[in-house]
């Protein structure tokens, strides 16, 4: 039998979850808005509290900025991943999927910088982690769909090549963030998706014995 003491705590810890969630959302807006730096007085203005009553949601502003981290990577990968496919060609997919990121990460900005300046908290990987290793499975997935299940299974598909595909992407995209003046997006968007196609090419010849 549930007691009436264990009716309100639930009543009160379903309430604090819809709080922090509250919370966080207009945390996301506010950095949005203003930059990844934006100081904690401007999401407390957003959510008509104090810092103080803010924090009575957060074990310190680490857990606040851990809890918009993992927002923000959910909303990235949601609208990423939809993108992910090879019903259309492996060239329409990556380029489908490229573009999806940096639509993203464009109107986005402040929120990537937020994610990529977070550090890892103590015995977890960071925010960016949970993204690779999100898309490496979903890569090392549609790979195997690609090549079939008895060759994925010869091949380190996750280990090596979904991650070292995946690796290359951000770095060329992360390096064109940081200088965006050396090309277009559309001759970035271009060369990458030749670049990804070329290391592709020898794991698929390799699956079909042509190697």
Not at 11 to 39: K, L, T
Not at 118 to 147: F, K, Q, Y
Not at 179 to 201: F, H, M, N, S
Request: a negative charge; one cysteine or more.
């Amino acid at each position: 039998m549930t007691t009436t003491g264990d009716g309100r705590a639930s009543r009160w810890a379903g309430h604090r979850e819809r709080r922090r969630e509250e919370i966080v959302e207009r945390a996301v807006a506010v950095i949005d808005a203003e930059g990844a730096d934006a100081p904690v007085e401007s999401i407390a203005r957003a959510c008509g509290v104090t810092r103080q009553v803010l924090y009575r949601q957060f074990d310190h502003r680490h857990d606040l900025d851990v809890a918009v981290a993992d927002r923000i990577v959910s909303m990235l990968l949601d609208h990423v991943i939809v993108r992910m496919t090879t019903d259309d060609g492996v060239e329409a997919g990556l380029r489908g999927t490229i573009d999806a990121y940096l639509d993203f990460v464009l109107e986005h900005r402040p929120l990537y910088d937020f994610v990529r300046a977070l550090p890892a908290a103590p015995g977890s990987g960071s925010p960016v982690d949970r993204i690779t290793d999100v898309v490496v499975t979903v890569v090392a997935t549609l790979a195997g769909e690609l090549i079939g299940s008895d060759a994925a299974a010869r091949l380190p598909l996750r280990d090596v090549y979904a991650t070292g595909l995946v690796g290359l992407a951000d770095a060329v995209v992360s390096r064109w963030l940081a200088d965006p003046g050396a090309r277009t997006r559309e001759e970035l968007v271009d060369t990458l998706v030749d670049v990804l196609q070329l290391c592709i090419q020898p794991v698929l010849a390799q699956a079909a014995g042509r190697t």
